[in-house]
Structures are given as structure tokens and as C-alpha cells.
């Protein structure tokens, strides 16, 4: 069973920073790409950025120049620098990982590639 945790998220005035982590754990074999979607009430979840096992990244138009993405590899993380952080940023920021879990059934080997979330966390931007 494969978990996603984030922590970070919080109330910060317009102009500020948070550094948001997410921690995949569970029987996870390998990781492909980890990244951070947010959904604003009333808004579709979008993509805000995104790091891949081949270290290149994608960013929202809108967050460009101000979020940073990166990953610890070795401790199964993904982290979120968020400056200079505007009203309209304020949604719960959800963690992805598309990862591979390994299982081991009656002595055979089962590998499964799939899409994981974690619960979301909230950033609230006051003006």
C-alpha cells in the first residue's frame, strides 16, 4: 500500500513563501514523476508543476518564475517553493506520484505501475 503525505501548507500574506513536501512511502519499486496540482473551490484540479525520474520539470504558466519544484530521490520526496505568493494561489495543493509498487504473492514478483494522491493540504494567499 502506497501513502502520500503532504505537509507545509498553511496562511501566508500576498508576497510570502511555503516550502510544501510530500513523502511517498509504502512497496514502492521505482518512481517516474512526483508533482503538485492545486484546486481552488469551484476551480478544475490543475497541474502546478511537475519532475520527472529523468529531472525535467513543467510549470503552470502562472507559477512560473516563482515555484520552484524539486525531488530527493533517496527519501522519496518531492518539495514545492512557492515565492512571492499571490491570492489567486490559495487552493489545496495535492501531491502525484507515478510510481511502480512491488508485491510479492506466493513467491512470485508483481510489478504495477500506477497514479497515487495524497490528501491535500491547504494554502490560503491573504491580500
Known amino acids: 500500500q502506497v501513502r502520500l503525505v503532504e505537509s507545509g501548507g498553511g496562511l501566508v500574506q500576498a508576497g510570502g513563501s511555503l516550502r510544501l513536501s510530500c513523502v511517498a512511502s509504502?512497496?514502492?519499486?521505482?518512481?517516474?514523476?512526483m508533482g503538485w496540482y492545486r484546486q481552488a473551490p469551484g476551480k478544475q484540479r490543475e497541474l502546478v508543476a511537475a519532475?520527472?525520474?529523468?529531472?525535467?520539470?513543467d510549470y503552470a504558466d502562472s507559477v512560473k518564475g516563482r515555484f520552484t519544484i524539486s525531488r530527493d530521490n533517496a527519501k522519496n520526496t518531492v518539495y514545492l517553493q512557492m515565492n512571492s505568493l499571490k491570492p489567486e494561489d490559495s487552493a489545496v495543493y495535492y501531491c502525484?506520484?507515478?510510481?511502480?509498487?512491488?508485491?510479492?504473492?506466493?513467491?512470485?514478483?508483481?510489478?504495477?505501475?500506477?497514479?497515487?494522491w495524497g490528501q491535500g493540504t491547504q494554502v490560503t494567499v491573504s491580500s
Open positions: 509504502g512497496n514502492i519499486h521505482s518512481i517516474y514523476a
Open positions: 502525484n506520484a507515478d510510481l511502480e509498487t512491488i508485491t510479492r504473492i506466493l513467491g512470485e514478483i508483481e510489478l504495477e505501475r500506477g497514479e497515487h
Open positions: 519532475d520527472t525520474s529523468a529531472g525535467n520539470t
